[in-house]
């Protein structure tokens, strides 16, 4: 059964720097999502991606976060300058359909942790 | 902005007992999704619901979608000790094409053997 996959499974990285969290979506899915979940928490909706550009962006969304869909198969989350507070795990997701039918299947994540 | 929220946030039962989770939203759904997170693990797609007042059954889950489609529910009858981890719903918005899920705060539930 095709999955959604995530590299790397854990990212450490001083305060500061940049990370790439890379997802390589379900083959024939055209929706991305990245969302990220702090430890002990509730999952919570980054971005949503289609055709290329961002559809939707949540209010964490800012000017540190960008996506892109850099070939036919990778879709990357950069987190510029991360900080403490970015430390949480991150999950990709893709949808062949759009609402109402988008039912989104989750990677296994990346655990982000900033020092 | 949308807000879903869950409960209980805990629930421990004995093998064997019946569950219930419940979901509710502050705006009308056009779906809801139900995902099933273990520890450490990575939200696993368990059922979508569309239509007002659906029921969908998978073996011993029992999901409903409520007819104003604002809340809907997740009955386990008989839990085993597979049954545990985290239950998610996540509900999309009728105003967005794109399908932001907000998710709940989750049911975690234990079973005691």
């Known amino acids: 059964e095709p999955e959604v996959t995530q590299t790397p499974s854990h990212q450490v990285t001083q305060m500061g720097q940049e990370v790439i969290l890379r997802c390589v979506p379900i083959s024939n899915h055209l929706y991305f999502y990245w969302y990220r979940q702090i430890l002990g928490q509730k999952v919570e909706f980054l971005v949503s991606?289609?055709?290329?550009?961002?559809?939707?962006k949540s209010e964490i969304f800012d000017d540190q976060f960008s996506v892109e869909r850099p070939d036919g198969s990778n879709f990357t989350l950069k987190i510029r300058s991360t900080k403490l507070e970015d430390s949480a795990m991150y999950f990709c997701a893709s949808s062949e359909d759009s609402i109402p039918m988008n039912t989104q299947y989750f990677g296994p994540g990346t655990r982000l942790t900033v020092l | 902005g949308q807000q879903v929220m869950q409960i209980p946030q805990y629930q421990h039962v004995q093998e064997g007992e019946d569950f219930t989770t419940y979901c509710n939203s502050s705006?009308?759904?056009?779906?809801i999704q139900w995902y099933k997170q273990r520890p450490g693990g990575h939200p696993v797609f368990l059922i979508q619901?569309?239509?007002?007042?659906e029921v969908k059954k998978q073996k011993r889950l029992t999901f409903q979608f409520g007819e104003a489609k604002k809340n809907s529910s997740l009955h386990i009858t008989a839990t085993q000790t597979t049954d545990v981890g985290t239950y998610f719903c996540?509900?999309?918005?009728?105003?967005?094409?794109?399908?932001?899920?907000?998710f709940g705060q989750g049911t975690i539930l234990t079973v005691h053997p």
């Open positions: 991606f289609y055709n290329n550009e961002i559809s939707e």
């Open positions: 996540a509900g999309q918005g009728s105003g967005t094409s794109y399908g932001k899920l907000t």
């Open positions: 705006t009308t759904l056009s779906n």
């Open positions: 619901l569309v239509k007002s007042g």
